[in-house]
């Protein structure tokens, strides 16, 4: 079964025409979010975690910071925090909920796992979504995803339909993050903002390379099927491109890399790294630093505006992960060297 995607470039020029932006809207929460800065989770708070002796002290340190019980509840906090701040600041509080959506579509695919495997999902799930939890462990459940949004509730009863034939997770994984990434499109439209909708363009080009490399090494004879499946609309490179791309590679000849050459006109630090056969760990790390610094370069220069709110937020994101990095990576032993390499770039 394929995933509906009629109507949705419809709806993302439509969203695109309801708002005409004005940066003077953005003063306040601009200044506010330069102000307060350092109390959130920071790139100072971060580098104190990096140079804690040990994980336990890295993680009393933002457990301390965000009053938590656990750093995974320190993280969740720090996130929720800064969606909660821009939105008591501006005067449409949900303009930004798009960004919200990639924790509803994690918590739909953990619950869709859980509810097959008969477990509880009630603790992993996260709190910085849009839909209440609850609602989304009950849908997993019974399978009735009327109560979801549109775009949620279509790919989780294809994905729990397939997943029910196949046992294989990618059968929930795949049509939810493309679902999701496409409706955070949509939203991206909705704010009126070149820079906003060029940032979710480039964040699916990342995901798409990204995809479609995994897709490459596992050397599937379904490998076409899956990526049309898979990968999103609405980036700069073609879908098509990169289904073709990876259906065309031959093994057998180490210069022969199409999908390198694909993305390497738009991309070229992107096509350089593929090329030099990186991890997919490697690779997954410079495809979000591409997003970042993306996204810091739009606003770098910039005292206000609606780019402000939305770089803080993701910028917020990501030193999130970077704490998860740095204690998994105090946790296994490693140098701080080593973790730093792991780490994604830091802005805010």
């Not at 008591?88 to 869709?112: G, H, M, V, W």
């Not at 991206?188 to 479609?212: C, E, Q």
């Not at 609405?234 to 890399?257: A, P, T, W």
Request: overall charge negative; aromatic content about 6%.
């Amino acid at each position: 079964m394929k995933i509906a995607i009629d109507g949705i470039k419809d709806k993302v020029k439509s969203a695109g025409a309801r708002l005409r932006v004005k940066d003077d809207d953005y003063i306040y929460v601009s200044s506010y979010l330069h102000a307060v800065e350092e109390k959130g989770l920071s790139s100072s708070l971060i580098s104190r975690m990096l140079d804690a002796e040990s994980a336990a002290a890295a993680e009393s340190i933002l457990k301390d910071a965000f009053h938590k019980d656990s750093a995974e509840a320190a993280c969740d906090a720090a996130v929720e925090i800064m969606f909660d701040t821009v939105a008591d600041c501006i005067d449409e509080p949900s303009l930004f909920d798009f960004l919200r959506y990639q924790y509803d579509a994690n918590n739909i695919k953990t619950a869709l796992k859980c509810a097959a495997r008969g477990i509880s999902a009630e603790d992993m799930m996260f709190s910085c979504g849009v839909v209440n939890a609850g609602t989304i462990l009950s849908a997993a459940e019974s399978g009735n995803f009327e109560n979801l949004p549109e775009w949620m509730a279509s790919s989780a009863a294809r994905a729990r339909e397939e997943f029910a034939k196949t046992g294989d997770p990618q059968e929930i994984d795949l049509p939810v993050d493309r679902a999701c990434l496409e409706a955070m499109a949509v939203g991206a439209a909705a704010t009126g903002d070149k820079f906003i909708k060029d940032a979710l363009a480039l964040r699916i080009d990342m995901v798409n390379i990204l995809t479609s490399e995994r897709v490459r090494r596992m050397s599937l004879s379904i490998a076409e099927g899956l990526l049309s499946e898979s990968l999103s609309s609405f980036g700069n490179i073609s879908r098509d491109m990169l289904v073709m791309s990876v259906c065309s590679h031959k093994e057998s000849g180490d210069d022969d890399m199409p999908l390198a050459t694909a993305v390497s006109e738009r991309y070229p630090v992107i096509s350089e790294l593929m090329r030099s056969k990186p991890t997919l760990s490697a690779l997954e790390r410079m495809t979000e630093n591409e997003y970042l610094n993306f996204v810091s370069a739009g606003v770098n220069e910039t005292l206000y505006g609606i780019g402000i709110p939305f770089a803080y937020i993701v910028g917020t994101e990501y030193n999130a992960k970077n704490a998860r990095i740095i204690i998994a990576g105090k946790r296994s032993g490693m140098s701080s060297d080593s973790i730093k390499e792991r780490m994604r770039i830091s802005y805010v």
